[in-house]
């Protein structure tokens, strides 16, 4: 039972690593010239950083890696570091930091880029742990993504007109499938030791023995969660963790963030668009304390991690753990709503050629998905290439989230990959699915 895979071709990998950083810096290039300077130099909420912060780290963590570690270059603009370690100054602070103006920035970013395309060139991907096969072009690819998940989550909570735009996903019919999935109990093998880029936190691979459990076919959607706050879910203490009941007593939370009641219906704000709760989406911006009580009220429990990653990778026939639930192919259009293809989650029911090889749906994309766990480290994990990156947030403190969004690139997403936030969070593009013991 293991994710064992034939080695990639090296030049195949270079020019992975190519189209991953250009998709990257294209994105980022979207995501901070569809608004004004004033936009991208304003703090639009103490959760964000300014957009332009973003902009500028993304550069200055491009040269920490490629130019300096890897190449051995001498520092660009040593005197900004500090302002663009993530460690040093909270986002609540950053707008107050003498901060690159936004052409700088962009010209800053752009001198690294070309810079580390040079090194791209002509670095072997071999020998050094830190380049075998393009570790470091695809972390720094992957840490971008995740800069230009965070902007994309900053543009959603400014307020304004709509200045980011894209197709609505594909309409499909009502999900008519099971409303869960029996996973069998027996081992598994959780994570991965051969995903050429895969991050610290997923390794190494190690088995671990699951008891049968059952698993939403589809993620809670907008409906279903309607029944839990009509039925006065968010009034009722039973379904509350005891710290969940004190923070939403003390915020006032009633619904899901960016919702409001207009008369009978539910409407909701999206980047710069107030709509109808479309009925069929996965839920979007639910707290894990959210998540958690609406699972009670149904009868149910979050699906741990390693059920989550059971559910989504492992193949009864074979034993072996899938890359993704559809099998090692990267993702596709038909797979899952990945990469900021649209600006918001597909209807429940969405991408069966995505689904596991038991029928679950939509584990990748849509929608980050609450687990009950705790971020804690595999058995054998070592940081790398520095413990700052997983190792300082282990602990009771952050709950795992797993899948991606429809704000998530394939590089940033795997069957593997491990999110993590505060289980207050809700800006985030955050759902769940619910589970219970077969």
């Known amino acids: 039972m293991t994710d064992e895979r034939s080695p990639i071709d090296p030049d195949r990998l270079k020019e992975r690593a190519l189209d991953a950083l250009t998709t990257a810096r294209d994105r980022t290039a979207l995501l ?6 004033p936009d991208l130099m304003a703090q639009h909420s103490p959760l964000m950083s300014p957009l332009v912060w973003d902009l500028a780290h993304i550069g200055n963590q491009e040269e920490l890696w490629l130019l300096r570690t890897v190449a051995g270059r001498d520092a660009m603009r040593p005197e900004i570091d500090g302002i663009y370690d993530a460690f040093e100054h909270p986002r609540s602070e950053r707008p107050t930091l003498p901060l690159l103006a936004p052409e700088e920035a962009r010209r800053y970013a752009a001198e690294v880029r070309g810079r580390a395309l040079d090194v791209l060139e002509n670095t072997r991907f071999e020998g050094r742990r830190l380049t075998q096969a393009g570790f470091a072009f695809g972390m720094i690819a992957q840490h971008e993504q995740q800069h230009d998940e965070t902007m994309l989550i900053t543009h959603q909570l400014r307020r304004g007109p709509q200045a980011l735009t894209a197709p609505d996903p594909e309409p499909v019919p009502p999900y008519a499938g099971p409303s869960e999935i029996l996973v069998p109990g027996g081992p598994f093998t959780m994570g991965t030791s051969t995903e050429p880029w895969a991050l610290d936190n997923e390794r190494p691979a190690h088995e671990r023995l699951v008891p049968a459990f059952r698993i939403d076919a589809v993620p809670v959607t907008n409906a279903a969660y309607q029944a839990f706050i009509e039925d006065g879910g968010y009034g009722d203490e039973r379904w509350w963790t005891p710290e969940g009941w004190e923070h939403i007593r003390t915020h006032g939370l009633e619904a ?18 107030t709509e109808v709760v479309p009925p069929d989406e996965p839920v979007l911006h639910v707290c894990w304390y959210e998540a958690d009580a609406y699972a009670r009220w149904a009868g149910r429990r979050l699906p741990t991690e390693t059920e989550w990653e059971k559910a989504a990778r492992h193949d009864p026939e074979t034993g072996r753990s899938r890359r993704y639930p559809w099998g090692d192919a990267d993702p596709g259009p038909e797979h899952a709503n990945l990469g900021q293809r649209h600006l918001r989650p597909a209807p429940a029911g969405s991408y069966p050629a995505g689904a596991s090889p038991l029928g679950v749906r939509q584990l990748i994309g849509d929608v980050w998905e609450w687990t009950a766990s705790d971020f804690l480290p595999y058995p054998g994990f070592t940081a790398f290439p520095y413990k700052e990156y997983s190792e300082v947030f282990f ?21 593997t990959f491990r999110n ?18 077969a």
Do not use: M, N
């Open 32 to 37: 901070t010239t569809c608004v004004e300077e």
């Open 256 to 273: 899901p963030l960016y919702w409001h009641r207009d008369g009978g219906q539910w409407l909701r704000r999206r980047f710069g668009v």
């Open 395 to 415: 602990g009771s403190e952050h709950k795992v989230l797993r899948g991606g969004s429809f704000a998530v690139d394939p590089v940033a997403c795997r069957g």
């Open 420 to 437: 993590w936030d505060y289980p207050i969070r809700r800006q985030i593009f955050s759902g769940f699915r619910t589970a219970r013991d």
